[in-house]
């Protein structure tokens, strides 16, 4: 058994159709987000001053800056997606402070929760995350499911 600085995350599975989602950032990250919470049926809200011209098509996306009164008790998670440190500090805080769950995408340790890679084939949904700590080994680990998961469920015949 190995030795690990902390004990390991809890995978949980919810579900979050129509349920919202607040994220905040129009870049690349934001954007990959926004992609997979609308995959699983989230109705986002997307703040930003600027969005990347193929920033996904979310329930609102709003042209401005961030302020602290977006965080509103209505959304059942926070993004903090900006390329400012000091921002996302920001964001983690309100969100912290309403008790909402918030994801920070420039530093872990603010995180109350992380986005596994998600693989999909049909109703079967599988998961790989390392907490954020080794981004190449979570992308080895899901191209590998990904070849193999289709085969393995099409060969899986359901129990009766």
Same mark, same amino acid.
């Given at each position: 058994?190995? @030795?690990?600085?902390? !004990?390991p995350f809890f995978p949980m599975m919810i579900d979050i159709s129509g349920k919202e989602i607040l994220i905040i950032g129009g870049g690349r990250v934001a954007s990959r987000r926004a992609e997979t919470l609308l995959r699983c049926g989230a109705k986002i809200t997307a703040v930003s001053l600027n969005f990347r011209e193929d920033f996904p098509e979310v329930y609102k996306k709003i042209?401005?800056?961030?302020?602290?009164?977006? #965080?509103?008790?209505k959304f059942s998670l926070v993004i903090a997606a900006t390329n400012d440190r000091k921002i996302n500090n920001l964001i983690c805080s309100a969100a912290k402070s309403k008790k909402i769950p918030v994801n920070v995408c420039d530093n872990q340790s603010e995180c109350d929760f992380f986005?596994?890679?998600?693989? @999909?084939?049909?109703?079967? !949904? #599988?998961? #790989?995350?390392? !907490?954020?700590?080794?981004? +190449?080994?979570?992308?080895?680990?899901?191209?590998?499911?990904?070849? +193999?998961?289709?085969s393995w469920v099409k060969n899986l015949t359901p129990h009766s």
């Open positions: 058994m190995q @030795n690990f600085s902390r !004990a042209s401005r800056p961030f302020n602290p009164d977006d #965080v509103q008790e986005f596994p890679s998600l693989i @999909n084939v049909e109703n079967i !949904a #599988v998961s #790989v995350c390392t !907490a954020g700590r080794d981004v +190449i080994l979570t992308r080895k680990l899901s191209d590998k499911l990904r070849k +193999i998961l289709p």
